[in-house]
């Protein structure tokens, strides 16, 4: 268990729709990561937030929106969904220590299907 | 063309024997390297990391770096059937958490099975 939490585990919606996928960071962690995992894409970066500010984006798709709250858990808001959009959906969280690499611990993921 | 080019496999082979896994790479900023393992229906969890080119052994798993040829490896020796899992290499220009550009690129993933 990596201390990660994510909600929900299985999600299925239909075309068009909106939903919110839900991250809690382990204990102390500041940092937490979006990624998107698909077959043929494989493991992809969606975006970064640092103590509630973005701090870098990857591939993210304007109909992608996330925030981090002061509680430091942090929401991916997928709308307009597409079949496309199904996936699994991982967040990571990180300390923050400058110059030193800091192990990203990933969460159990939220499993999207978009029928 | 991808940053990062991993096998897809699958890749099945028995236990006891030695994997050899690998990722090639274009982006020459790239310095740390790892190596996650992902189990079926689990996140990812890292496994290796190094930086910038060299070995790294930790138990029965080796990490090569070879930056010269944007190559990098991961070696398992005496393979067991719990090492059955996907292998994703990854790798960053700048090391994580260091306020910089954040992004880990990820390999597919290599699919492996070790047959008992």
């Known amino acids: 268990d990596s201390g990660v939490t994510q909600t929900p585990k299985h999600l299925i919606t239909a075309t068009g729709q909106r939903v919110t996928l839900r991250c809690s960071p382990r204990?102390?962690?500041?940092?937490v990561y979006w990624y998107q995992q698909s077959l043929d894409q494989g493991l992809q970066f969606l975006i970064q937030?640092?103590?509630?500010?973005?701090?870098a984006k990857g591939n993210i798709l304007e109909r992608f929106s996330a925030q981090q709250f002061p509680d430091l858990h942090s929401e991916l808001n997928l709308s307009s969904l597409e079949l496309g959009d199904s996936a699994l959906y991982f967040c990571?969280?990180?300390?923050?220590?400058?110059?030193?690499?800091?192990?990203?611990?990933f969460g159990p993921g939220t499993r999207l299907t978009v029928l | 063309q991808k940053e990062v080019e991993q096998d897809p496999g699958p890749l099945s082979v028995p236990e006891g024997a030695i994997v050899s896994l690998n990722c090639t790479y274009s982006?020459?900023?790239?310095?740390?390297f790892m190596w996650y393992r992902q189990y079926s229906r689990k996140g990812p969890e890292l496994l290796m990391y190094?930086?910038?080119?060299g070995n790294k052994e930790d138990g029965r798993f080796t990490a090569q770096v070879d930056k010269s040829s944007k190559y990098i490896s991961l070696f398992i020796r005496d393979s067991q059937p719990s090492d059955s899992a996907t292998y994703l290499c990854?790798?960053?220009?700048?090391?994580?958490?260091?306020?910089?550009?954040?992004?880990?690129?990820f390999g597919t993933g290599t699919r492996l099975t070790i047959i008992p």
């Open positions: 982006n020459s900023a790239f310095q740390y």
């Open positions: 990854a790798m960053s220009a700048l090391p994580i958490g260091s306020f910089g550009n954040e992004k880990l690129t």
């Open positions: 204990s102390g962690d500041l940092s």
């Open positions: 190094t930086y910038s080119s």
């Open positions: 937030y640092y103590n509630g500010e973005e701090r």
């Open positions: 990571a969280s990180s300390v923050v220590e400058t110059s030193f690499y800091n192990e990203q611990f």
